[in-house]
């Protein structure tokens, strides 16, 4: 197939926004492969902030990155999303260049502990403040899960009311697939 699919895709916008030495965020850690992408793009020179409310995140996130040597440039925050502003250092702030949230449940987890709408739009806009111009905020968004789709549905309505000379905002996702596969929504700043 030629056309990317939607992991590889969001990987290829935070490859063009993320240069080394910049400051990334990934809002929900989970078993930490976007951390460990994220932190391979910042390279040494950059930082990651990573957050989730769950141990067993901070757990396999914190083994991955020490397989791999990269725990010095991440910061992994056992906290949710909404409290993100706190936690960003006050240097780092309009330096955002890139952030996933890749929502929904924790793969191997807990199916009952998901993203929920008002939480993610807060962290949005809290991270939206912090971003830098051409910076870019990717969310993928997975609604097959019960709650998923009362999460993508106010996410929509919040991303296509969001003002147009703020931000380019595109959907990308397959439209033909069963069982309501999951897609990207990717936030640009102006
Ligand atoms: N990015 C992950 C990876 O690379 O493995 C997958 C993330 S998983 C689909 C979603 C994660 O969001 C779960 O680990 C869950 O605990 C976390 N989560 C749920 N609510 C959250 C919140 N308010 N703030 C941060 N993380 C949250």
């Given at each position: ?8 895709f969001a990987r ?16 929900t850690m989970?078993?930490?492969?976007d951390t460990v992408?994220l932190?391979?793009?910042t390279?040494a020179?950059?930082?990651v ?9 901070i757990?396999?996130?914190?083994a991955?990155l020490?397989?791999e040597n990269?725990?010095?440039r991440?910061t ?9 502003s ?5 240097e780092?702030s309009?330096?955002?260049?890139g ?10 987890g807990?199916?009952s502990?998901i993203?929920q ?5 807060s ?6 403040e912090l971003?830098?111009?051409?910076g870019i ?5 997975y609604?097959g ?5 009362a999460?993508?549905?106010?996410l929509?309505d919040?991303?296509e009311n969001?003002?147009?000379q703020?931000?380019h905002?595109l959907r990308?996702?397959f439209?033909?697939q069963?069982n ?5 929504v990717?936030?640009?700043k102006?």
């Amino acid at each position: 197939m030629k056309l990317d699919r939607i992991l590889p895709f969001a990987r290829i916008l935070l490859e063009k926004a993320v240069r080394p030495g910049d400051i990334t965020i990934d809002g929900t850690m989970g078993n930490g492969f976007d951390t460990v992408f994220l932190a391979g793009l910042t390279g040494a020179d950059g930082h990651v902030y990573s957050f989730d409310i769950q141990k067993e995140a901070i757990e396999a996130t914190t083994a991955k990155l020490n397989a791999e040597n990269l725990q010095e440039r991440c910061t992994l925050i056992h906290a949710g999303h909404e409290h993100l502003s706190k936690y960003i250092r006050k240097e780092h702030s309009g330096k955002v260049t890139g952030a996933i949230f890749n929502l929904g449940y924790l793969p191997g987890g807990d199916k009952s502990i998901i993203t929920q709408a008002e939480t993610t739009i807060s962290a949005i806009e809290q991270l939206f403040e912090l971003l830098a111009p051409e910076g870019i905020i990717i969310l993928v968004i997975y609604h097959g899960h019960p709650g998923g789709s009362a999460e993508r549905d106010a996410l929509m309505d919040y991303v296509e009311n969001f003002p147009q000379q703020k931000a380019h905002i595109l959907r990308y996702g397959f439209i033909n697939q069963a069982n309501n596969p999951p897609f990207i929504v990717a936030i640009e700043k102006r």
